[in-house]
């Protein structure tokens, strides 16, 4: 009877080891054999088609993506903003990007005016790393300047002070924004300049 149990135990193991090679080998395939995506795009989402084939069995999924901004997905929009930004902003491209659309702000715009105002396209200024100030705007906490409380607080504070002061009165340009922005009449173009820079990534 313990002959049988034993043998009974080695077939149950033989088994289990089996079906843990098998499953390492199907986790493999599926990772090996995944197609190149084949996109449709319209003027409101891209589709995304991918192909997985698993024991000569091919499985379709479709991820759909809603275009936001320039052609591009959020994802997309995300990826091209952060290659701009180094320093204390790297990676903030989500925040900017999703908050700029929530506030009917050119997200390219926000982004080349804080690089312009911060160095951030190279090192950050002071007022960025040590007020979280990414837009040189006045008030009080950090000399003539506002202070706030993380980056992303200043990063918020300053596309509102854009929608609030220059976007809700129809100044939507760099050309139209200059004159009540900055003293430096050249400011639109250095900004646009920026922007090329962004789009170009």
Partial sequence: MKAKIRSIEKILLSMVVIL??????LNISVSE???????KTNANYVETEEIVIVDDVEIEEVIVEEIVYDGKTLNELVE????????TISNKGKLIASYSLEKGVDPYMATA???????CKWNCSR???ECNNVGGQKGKGCGSYSYF????EGIMAFIDNLERNYISY???TPEQ?????????????????????????
Avoid: C
Wanted: net charge positive.
């Fill in 20 to 25: 843990n090679v098998y499953l390492v080998y």
């Fill in 33 to 39: 054999f995944k197609t190149n995506n084949k996109i």
């Fill in 80 to 87: 091209t903003i952060n290659k701009s930004l180094n320093s």
């Fill in 113 to 119: 005016i804080m690089l312009h105002e911060t160095g």
């Fill in 127 to 129: 007022l960025v790393r």
């Fill in 149 to 152: 409380n993380s980056l992303d």
């Fill in 170 to 172: 129809g100044l939507t």
């Fill in 177 to 201: 924004i200059n004159p009540k922005y900055a003293e430096d009449q050249s400011w639109a173009k250095k900004v646009n300049k920026y922007i090329e820079e962004i789009k170009a990534q």
